[in-house]
């Protein structure tokens, strides 16, 4: 699910990038922004970080003794993705495994959808493994997959999520291309 948050942050701003020109310093401190939050990645509250919509403030800045570098205070609007239990989403089939399939979702890498989670499809082992159901429907590379999601775990160290999802229920499973 996309979340659109408000958050404060600190952006520190070199001497050497300061100027006298207020258009200049507004720059430095957008940029220095956009390098902090995409190098954040996610967080577990608030999920990946996606986009910096709107700069709402920037603070009175404030120079740091050691250093003489000024930090800025600044109230910021962006996109954040997140997966919740219970969700519906689709992702894209990376790898097929004896035991279930990975997949990709936005964002997210880690998506596991183990074989006890596909009622009616079997693996189907050789060059290209597929999962294959009795009606003939395929799960393998590059297909779209609905899926429902049971649960996730936040990574600390890596900062990112993984995720279990299932197909258990309606409409779940590999989307027709047809209605794409």
Same mark, same amino acid.
């Given at each position: 699910? =996309? ?6 942050? @600190?952006?520190? #701003?070199?001497?050497? @990038?300061?100027?006298?020109?207020? $258009? ?5 401190? #957008? #940029?220095? $922004? ?7 990645? %996610?967080?577990?509250?608030?999920? &990946? ?9 920037? /603070? ?7 250093? /003489? ?6 109230? =910021?609007? *962006?996109?954040?993705?997140?997966? =919740?239990? /219970? ?17 990709? *979702? /936005?964002?997210?890498? @880690? #998506? &596991? $959808?183990? *074989?006890?989670?596909?009622?009616? &499809?079997? &693996? ?6 597929? =999962? ?24 600390? %160290?890596?900062?990112?999520?993984? %995720? ?17």
């Amino acid at each position: 699910m =996309f979340l659109k948050v408000q958050l404060p942050w @600190n952006v520190i #701003i070199p001497a050497e @990038n300061l100027d006298a020109k207020g $258009l200049m310093l507004q720059r430095s401190i #957008i #940029i220095r $922004l956009l390098d902090d939050f995409s190098s954040k990645k %996610a967080t577990k509250d608030l999920g &990946y970080f996606l986009a910096v919509t709107t700069l709402e403030s920037i /603070g009175e800045g404030k120079v740091r003794q050691h250093s /003489g570098d000024v930090l800025f205070p600044v109230v =910021f609007s *962006c996109l954040t993705f997140k997966l =919740f239990r /219970g969700e519906v989403l689709e992702g894209v089939v990376h790898k097929i495994l004896k035991h279930g399939v990975i997949l990709r *979702c /936005g964002p997210i890498e @880690n #998506i &596991y $959808l183990s *074989c006890q989670k596909m009622p009616d &499809y079997r &693996y189907m082992p050789g060059e290209n493994p597929v =999962f294959m159901s009795e009606k003939q429907s395929k799960i393998e590379k590059e297909v779209v997959v609905r899926f429902m999601v049971i649960g996730t775990k936040w990574l600390e %160290a890596e900062r990112e999520f993984q %995720a279990l999802v299932s197909l258990e229920g309606d409409f779940l499973g590999p989307v027709s291309s047809s209605m794409m």
